[in-house]
């Protein structure tokens, strides 16, 4: 596939995707689409030798990336307006959803360090493809250079090695 034939096939499936996962707004979706797609011109002589389909998982992961940053942006400046109004004298609170949206990304983040330090460098990235980026097992086969079967099986090995670890993790929080 060629860059051009990349977006044209992807970019709708992208912005739709960016649609439903923030503000449901079209003009803030493409702008995080835009995004997406500036950064695979960059990635590109990386890219352009992967299947389409490997590509589009690509693409999802980097539009997930995009959206925590703007929702980290957006967090930032709501807490400069505010700390600038408190200091005005005003008795200001963040919205519950807010504090909520962020409380939330922040403990994502941690489970997936606490993960991350747990697995090996190789475990991790299958991990990553399966769970983080929703591969099919097909395209996470063929980056491992395993068959469909293979990663399924591996899957299942890495989830009898992640039991034990959410175990602890979720464990530590009761």
């Known amino acids: 596939m060629t860059l051009e034939e990349?977006?044209?096939?992807?970019?709708?499936?992208?912005?739709?995707?960016?649609?439903?996962?923030?503000?449901?707004?079209?003009?803030?979706?493409?702008?995080?689409?835009?995004e997406v797609f500036l950064r695979l011109g960059q990635k590109w002589d990386t890219l352009k030798n992967y299947d389409g389909n490997i590509i589009l998982g690509w693409l999802y992961g980097t539009a997930n990336k995009v959206m925590l940053e703007q929702h980290k942006i957006k967090l930032t400046q709501e807490a400069m307006t505010l700390s600038l109004t408190a200091n005005n004298g005003a008795d200001i609170e963040?919205?519950?959803?807010?504090?909520?949206?962020?409380?939330?990304?922040?403990?994502?983040?941690?489970?997936?360090?606490?993960?991350?330090?747990?697995?090996?460098?190789?475990?991790?990235?299958?991990?990553?493809?399966?769970?983080?980026?929703?591969?099919?097992?097909?395209?996470v086969g063929?980056?491992?250079?395993?068959?469909?079967?293979?990663?399924?099986?591996?899957?299942?090995r890495l989830k009898g090695k992640l039991k034990p670890i959410l175990d602890h993790i979720f464990g530590e929080q009761m």
Do not use: H
Request: charged share 35%; aromatic share 16%; with cysteine.
């Open 6 to 34: 990349v977006g044209n096939s992807f970019y709708a499936r992208i912005v739709k995707y960016c649609y439903y996962r923030t503000s449901k707004n079209r003009a803030d979706a493409e702008d995080i689409a835009g």
């Open 94 to 139: 963040l919205p519950d959803e807010t504090v909520d949206g962020y409380e939330e990304n922040r403990k994502f983040e941690n489970y997936i360090s606490q993960i991350k330090e747990e697995l090996c460098a190789k475990d991790f990235e299958f991990f990553e493809y399966i769970v983080i980026q929703k591969l099919p097992y097909k395209d």
């Open 142 to 156: 063929q980056k491992f250079s395993i068959s469909e079967s293979a990663a399924k099986m591996r899957w299942q």
